[in-house]
């Protein structure tokens, strides 16, 4: 082994300049490994892209549709109906929207978006992107699929539409019998009106509240015809009351929902999370999510479906056992991180890596 002491000038040098490297070596990998451990924000299904918003049209009083192209006039992959993208917006949210265009047009997507006064900012920050800008998106994926049926019953609430659009066209353009029931609360509030009229192979029942009354899934479920399955997206009281409504009439039914909110806490019980990179205890309480909790000392914690499937609120579990409620996780996966937006203590305190 050469040392220092019986070395040339240049060899000395070469030796002190391969100490000096090892150690920022060793060290920056101490410092930034708490860092590099931390689960990233899943971008591990479908594409992330930026792309540029080429227009933005209003589809009612608080709804815009934004298409969305390639900068540089590329193809966009390929989609089927009941895909979304996630949208990364400026300020740092993230929100999930339907592809409610043309799947065989790869030029381009299409969403729509309906502003929520009230809600946390995602929609009304939606609003205020214009015609030009170029934002960052992932997907497109698909959590809800459209199954090989012999024919569907679609029932749109609102906004709701958006999902189920696709789902219409491509029932029309392959001659599959469908039937879409789409609620709302007038006429003017409910978007794409215009285009459904554009598949008339199909039975469209438009019932807003201020002409028909509060919707009655009770009376719309059983008109399914034998065999259908049945898509459903709007408020969750109309799917809740859908899904008990099935489990009567037929238990052995094809439902399928997608939901605006989150899922509610089912057999919830109380239990802490304790913050390891804060030193912050947060008290869960039975009925509500670890997530939202946790949100309450940490505003910033960044979250997207609330529903499991999306993974942006991934945390990696340092202590304690989880009672995993997720629907994107593998076993793997489970041993280490998870969803804080629905999944809770299997018993004792957690500690997770915030």
């Given at each position: 082994?050469?040392?220092?002491?019986?070395?040339?000038?240049?060899?000395?040098?070469?030796?002190?300049?391969?100490?000096?490297?090892?150690?920022?070596?060793?060290f920056v990998k101490s410092r930034l490994a708490p860092?590099?451990?931390?689960?990233?924000?899943?971008?591990?299904?479908?594409?992330?892209?930026?792309?540029?918003?080429?227009?933005?049209?209003?589809?009612?009083?608080?709804?815009?549709?934004?298409?969305?192209?390639?900068?540089?006039?590329?193809?966009?992959?390929?989609?089927?109906?009941?895909?979304?993208?996630?949208?990364?917006?400026?300020?740092?949210?993230?929100?999930?929207?339907?592809?409610?265009?043309?799947?065989?047009?790869?030029?381009?997507?299409?969403?729509?978006?309906?502003?929520?006064?009230?809600?946390?900012?995602?929609?009304?920050?939606?609003?205020?992107?214009?015609?030009?800008?170029?934002?960052?998106?992932?997907?497109?994926?698909?959590?809800?699929?459209?199954?090989?049926?012999?024919?569907?019953?679609?029932?749109?609430?609102?906004?709701?539409?958006?999902?189920?659009?696709?789902?219409?066209?491509?029932?029309?353009?392959?001659?599959?019998?469908?039937?879409?029931?789409?609620?709302?609360?007038?006429?003017?509030?409910?978007?794409?009106?215009?285009?459904?009229?554009?598949?008339?192979?199909?039975?469209?029942?438009?019932?807003?509240?201020?002409?028909?009354?509060?919707?009655?899934?009770?009376?719309?479920?059983?008109?399914?015809?034998?065999?259908?399955?049945?898509?459903?997206?709007?408020?969750?009281?109309?799917?809740?009351?859908?899904?008990?409504?099935?489990?009567?009439?037929?238990?052995?039914?094809?439902?399928?929902?997608?939901?605006?909110?989150?899922?509610?806490?089912?057999?919830?019980?109380?239990?802490?999370?304790?913050?390891?990179?804060?030193?912050?205890?947060?008290?869960?309480?039975?009925?509500?999510?670890?997530?939202?909790?946790?949100?309450?000392?940490?505003?910033?914690?960044?979250?997207?479906?609330?529903?499991?499937?999306?993974?942006?609120?991934?945390?990696?579990?340092?202590?304690?056992?989880?009672?995993?409620?997720?629907?994107?996780?593998?076993?793997?996966?489970?041993?280490?991180?998870?969803?804080?937006?629905?999944?809770?203590?299997?018993?004792?305190?957690?500690?997770?890596?915030?």
């Amino acid at each position: 082994m050469m040392t220092t002491e019986n070395a040339s000038p240049t060899a000395t040098l070469k030796l002190i300049s391969a100490g000096i490297t090892a150690y920022q070596s060793v060290f920056v990998k101490s410092r930034l490994a708490p860092l590099l451990s931390r689960p990233k924000p899943v971008r591990n299904s479908g594409f992330e892209m930026a792309l540029t918003i080429e227009s933005v049209t209003a589809q009612g009083p608080d709804v815009i549709s934004l298409e969305l192209v390639d900068p540089d006039g590329g193809q966009l992959p390929s989609w089927i109906p009941g895909a979304h993208l996630d949208i990364l917006l400026p300020s740092g949210k993230q929100r999930q929207y339907s592809l409610c265009g043309d799947p065989a047009d790869r030029t381009r997507y299409r969403i729509a978006v309906r502003r929520i006064a009230d809600g946390l900012g995602g929609s009304r920050e939606m609003h205020e992107l214009t015609a030009g800008r170029t934002i960052d998106v992932v997907g497109p994926r698909n959590a809800f699929p459209l199954i090989a049926a012999e024919s569907y019953l679609f029932i749109a609430g609102g906004i709701g539409i958006t999902p189920i659009l696709p789902m219409v066209r491509q029932c029309h353009e392959r001659g599959i019998p469908w039937k879409l029931v789409y609620l709302g609360r007038s006429r003017e509030t409910m978007p794409f009106l215009d285009e459904l009229a554009q598949y008339p192979s199909g039975q469209v029942e438009i019932r807003p509240d201020d002409e028909f009354g509060l919707p009655d899934v009770t009376h719309i479920i059983p008109t399914a015809a034998q065999g259908s399955a049945i898509y459903m997206c709007g408020p969750t009281p109309l799917m809740a009351t859908a899904r008990g409504l099935m489990r009567e009439i037929n238990p052995s039914g094809s439902l399928h929902t997608e939901r605006f909110s989150a899922l509610p806490v089912v057999g919830g019980k109380a239990f802490e999370v304790r913050l390891a990179a804060s030193g912050i205890t947060v008290q869960v309480a039975a009925d509500e999510t670890a997530l939202a909790a946790i949100r309450r000392e940490v505003p910033g914690v960044a979250y997207s479906c609330q529903q499991g499937f999306c993974g942006t609120c991934r945390v990696r579990v340092c202590g304690g056992k989880v009672d995993h409620r997720d629907r994107l996780l593998t076993p793997g996966e489970r041993a280490e991180t998870m969803l804080t937006c629905v999944s809770r203590s299997a018993g004792g305190p957690l500690v997770v890596d915030l």
